[in-house]
């Protein structure tokens, strides 16, 4: 069955960098449309990073544009999320999840990993 | 960018009621609007897409309708396995937003 497995989730401090991964079977990665969503403790969804399926296109909301940075790499099956200068605002559970169902522009996301969290702390 | 705005923020029902939650979004979005379901502690789930589509697997006493700025999602006869969070999201442009949540207690 299609599984999506991150790692790479700590406490940090603040300033620091820190790099998510994202492990996938079950699909054809290299066909795969994928996201970073994260959630806050105790908050709602936030979508954080899109990347298409030959990694050429990547998309961010404005409040995380230029510090994080999504990218795959299709012979390993593997998602990244590169974070730097983390704040404890970027405290939350991170999902990758597989873009589906597009409106031509922008997806649904239909299969979901178990998350990996991540707190930012001094 | 468009606001997505769901209602009510917490729903208390009873096993068997009928429950309605709202999406408003702030601009038409015609109809690219999905629902998830979220248990605690658990990842979301997809339950319907394109407003109204229903998701494999999903359990057909989920409906969802609307399409322009007014969505809603209905859950026909609560189960107690209902119980959970509940996040609308707009898929028409990036930004991807979700809603800020309905809570709904059985």
């Known amino acids: 069955q299609v599984q999506l497995v991150e790692s790479g989730g700590s406490v940090v401090q603040p300033g620091r960098s820190l790099r998510l991964s994202c492990a996938a079977s079950g699909l054809t990665f290299s066909n795969t449309i994928l996201h970073w969503v994260r959630q806050a403790p105790g908050k709602g969804l936030e979508w954080v990073a899109g990347?298409?399926?030959?990694?050429?296109?990547?998309h961010y909301p404005d409040s995380v544009k230029g510090r994080l940075t999504i990218s795959r790499d299709n012979a390993k099956n593997t998602l990244y999320l590169q974070m730097s200068g983390l704040t404890p605002d970027d405290t939350a559970m991170y999902y990758c999840?597989?873009?589906?169902?597009?409106?031509?522009?922008?997806?649904?996301?239909?299969?979901w990993g178990q998350g990996t969290m991540v707190t930012v702390s001094s | 960018d468009i606001q997505m705005t769901q209602s009510p923020s917490t729903l208390s029902a009873s096993v068997g009621d009928r429950v309605t939650i709202t999406c408003r979004a702030s601009q038409s979005i015609s109809t690219w609007l999905a629902w998830y379901q979220q248990k605690s502690g658990k990842a979301p789930k997809l339950l319907i897409y394109?407003?109204?589509t229903l998701q494999s697997g999903v359990p057909s006493r989920f409906s969802g309708s609307g399409s322009g700025t007014e969505f809603t999602l209905t859950i026909s006869s609560l189960q107690p396995d209902d119980s959970a969070i509940y996040y609308c999201?707009?898929?028409?442009?990036?930004?991807?937003?979700f809603g800020l949540g309905t809570r709904l207690e059985i």
């Open positions: 999201q707009k898929y028409d442009l990036y930004p991807v937003i």
């Open positions: 999840a597989r873009g589906s169902y597009s409106s031509g522009r922008c997806d649904v996301f239909d299969i």
């Open positions: 990347i298409s399926t030959d990694g050429k296109n990547e």
């Open positions: 394109k407003a109204s």
